[in-house]
């Protein structure tokens, strides 16, 4: 705590540095780990790493494709910023996907013969309030009985899964196929329910739209509404938020209602812009979530907390699964490599936290920096800090 | 209905739900240890999926059981080694770096197993133990004393752990970091050693549990266990960070999964209900979630990772 007196320059360097090259550091120390692991298994990692980044974006098609696949991503990405803004770990992605999925795809089942224009906001609304309604489970039992929400959302996420593998093979189950195994899967859903297709003879749909609106609306909501700076206060510190009036509880609930509404927006969304036009599932959450819940974390955790940076970090993230395949193809190495790094990833990003942490407390007075460390130490640990360089 | 309460069916179902259990408790025993000291290790599932790959590997090649369990034991170990790292050296938030370990786990075990074996070949499992003389009890003896050697292990590990953590020093160090390290480490306990030994012994309990799981099935596949690390996790809450409570909620999900196979097995339910049923446990959990919040206290300094003068 030297740096008070003449060493600021010194000091704002370092935090310059870190800040600025703390997580394009995590993803340098992932990939080299990952090209290790390349060479381990008998592949070159520049061949490999090439094919990665040319099936991601080397072309039009990559490009689009990447960008279907980065959809479901930022929307629980977002959903993600804004639960942990909140400094609620919402861990639940998985099964809101799954709770939205279902709601918008029985909508869909319901109504099929409602007009197009009219439909396809609807099922995406009931998506919605689907995965809304999985995030305010945990979330009102975090705010008014203290659960601790990571337990309660991670077993949520089961309950979700064995709804759906009960609904998809029983209530919604495609009735016309008569094979020997039945797949647990619905019909093809009402062509009302098509998302409308963006660039003809592609299979990009207005979901891209959809995840960059709610990106922007998550923004605005964060940083320009005093709901949003109520949230952010509650997730810096309960306690302090508490004393100045605001309606901590409710808010903690919000933030995990919109929350679930956005990865419950986003299994609307893979429901009804894939290529087969309705809900399947293999009798497990990755069946029909692809990880998402979990890779919407990773994207929204190297997006700083940030929906705007979450947008950008979503559609990497989503290359990374994309070119996953063509390296497979180019050099024979399961696409689980790209999982395994993912885990890396944030590993690395909250672990580099703690140093970002530090050289930030070493500019502020020292009474501050005690007190910040306490507190910043306890409440706002993981997420809220992350994102200084946006913000400024 | 009436063919599920026989003797026999009964006795049959109850000693498979111990079995099943079995996993469930050296996992979420391993959790105790670590969360009594203040970590959430919330990564246990990839650990007990590499651990799991690890034994089924080593079976696989070496054809020895006891070679492969001890080999899940020690990836446990390893990588408990790594997550402490992350969480007590690096202060990591904890609730996040275990999402981490656990895709992590997730992506390796399957690269691995993809890389290495490809098609799952079966592997011996784990042959019954007969317990000289209580084996031989009508019924009680066909439940109980009729498992395979993990069994035994994981349910004897209850009063072991109870034992350290009640009646030792290393036990009271355990606690007196999970509920305040600033004022251990005022008298002298070591609180990052403390941690780093409670997170390595609790992720080998993962490991172990990996191992068993993969050992009792005889097989492996991409993501073999289906989250059974996350419910270990909760399983820790439901019991009250107890080796007992823990106990209990570990045979209720092994017996709950128990009967609804079962049910499945006799017809006594269609495919349909059983996904049903399955969820009960973990509704339970939730229930049981709030419960405990209201009547017991987690470890004070649970997930708080403790710096000096902080």
Redesign the interface.
Known sequence: MTSRSGLWLHVDWRRFLVSWFALPAAALAALLIGAG?LLV?GANPLTGYRALLEGAFGSFDSLVNTAIKAVPLVLVGVGICIAFRANV?N?GGEGQLVIGGLASTATALALPDVPRPLLVPLVLLAGAVGGAIWGAIPGS?KAY????E???T??????AV??M??LL??PLVDKSFSGFSLIPQTKRLSPNTDLPVLVGGTHLHAGVIVAVLAAVAAYVLLWRTGFGFRLRAVGLSREASGYAGMPVKRTITLALTLSGAMAGLAGAVLVFGSASHRMVTDG?A?GFTGSAG?NG??AA?FGGLNPLWTMVSGFVFAGLLVGGNAMQIAVQ??T????????????????I??VRRRSRLHQESPREA?GA??EA??VG???SPSTERIEE | MRQFFTLAVLTATVASGIRLATPFLLASLGETIGQRSGVLNLGVDGIMLLGAFGAYYTALHAQNLWLAVLLGALVGALMGLITAVVSVTMKAEQGISGIGVFLFGLGLSDLLFQKFVGTPLPIDTLPTARVPLLASIPTIGKMLFQANLMVYVAFLLVPAVAFVLNRTTYGTNIKAVGENPAAADSVGVNVARVRYSTIIIGSSLAGLAGATLAIQLGIFQQNLTQGQGFIAVALVYFGAWRPSGVMAGSLLYGMVAAIVLTWKTLGIIPQSASDLAAMAPAVLTVVALVVVARRFRQPAALAKPYERGG
Do not use: D, H, K, W
């Open positions: 692991m298994l770990l861990i039992l009985f203290n659960v601790n990571i337990l309660s991670i077993m949520l996420n089961i309950v064995q709804i593998n009960y093979s029983g497990t990755t979990f974390i990773v955790l190495v399961p689980a490599l790209i999982v395994a790094l993912n885990g890396l990833l944030v590993v690395f990003v909250v672990s936290e703690y005690a460390g306490s130490e306890r640990a993981g997420p």
